[in-house]
């Protein structure tokens, strides 16, 4: 089935540096992609889409320079997140999906921020 | 804001069917039912979706009523491994962005 690759995993940095996380579709091309945020014992709160080659759509209340995207591939979509603080300590989860299978959206395994 | 309703938590012993019910009376023709879960500090997994037929695979079965407006979920036979989060979601087939809601707490306990 399709896979999602979400790296790092885990990242601590001080606040006011930038971070970068990656979400690679392995074995397909995603024009779409999400990012989602996930604080502890809240749902997943969806912060934007990505469009490939375009732009992407951000939810209300996000902060587009602040959490900036770039899908610049069919299998590579990046969530940076500039001069973090600590309240953008979070879970991040990426997802997309594969249009040549009936099923749903695969998410990455998510990536640990904590902003010290 | 999300369109499912489901209760916050369940409890279901080893071995037992697990069902999880979700309310989703504003669905749209087009729009699915997906059920989705989520295993402590991991992202989502996919479990099933449906239309309107029952739907059933390696992992569960789909139940979804006739007028489409609620729908379960079912776990067969339940083992610890399936203490999760489960959330039911509705989206359409068009690439359409998927909306989370509180989910069930499901334990399965021995």
């Known amino acids: 089935g399709a896979v999602v690759s979400q790296h790092p995993s885990w990242v601590i940095c001080k606040s006011g540096t930038s971070v970068k996380i990656e979400c690679r579709s392995l074995?397909?091309?995603?024009?779409?992609m999400f990012w989602y945020r996930q604080f502890p014992k809240q749902s997943l709160m969806l912060m934007a889409t990505?469009?490939?080659?375009?732009?992407?759509?951000?939810e209300q209340g996000v902060e587009k320079d602040k959490f900036l995207i770039n899908h610049a591939s069919l299998t590579l979509s990046t969530l940076t997140v500039t001069s973090a603080h600590p309240e953008d300590s979070s879970f991040y989860i990426c997802?997309?999906?594969?249009?040549?299978?009936?099923?749903?959206?695969?998410f990455g395994s998510g990536t640990r921020l904590t902003v010290v | 804001d999300a369109k499912t309703t489901q209760p916050p938590s369940m409890d279901c012993a080893e071995g037992r069917a697990a069902n999880l019910p979700c309310n989703h009376s504003?669905?749209?023709?087009?729009?699915?039912v997906y059920w989705y879960r989520q295993i402590h500090s991991q992202g989502p997994q996919y479990i099933i979706h449906?239309?309107?037929n029952n739907e059933t695979n390696e992992m569960a079965s789909l139940i979804i009523t006739e007028d489409r407006k609620s729908s379960t979920l079912i776990l067969p036979h339940a083992t610890l491994r399936d203490t999760a989060v489960y959330y039911c979601?509705?989206?359409?087939?068009?690439?359409?962005?998927?909306?989370f809601g509180q989910g069930t707490i499901l334990t399965v306990h021995p």
């Open positions: 997802s997309a999906r594969d249009a040549r299978q009936d099923y749903g959206y695969t």
């Open positions: 074995d397909f091309q995603a024009t779409t």
């Open positions: 990505s469009n490939e080659g375009s732009k992407a759509t951000y």
């Open positions: 504003t669905i749209s023709g087009n729009e699915y």
């Open positions: 449906g239309l309107k």
């Open positions: 979601i509705t989206a359409g087939t068009s690439y359409g962005k998927l909306t």
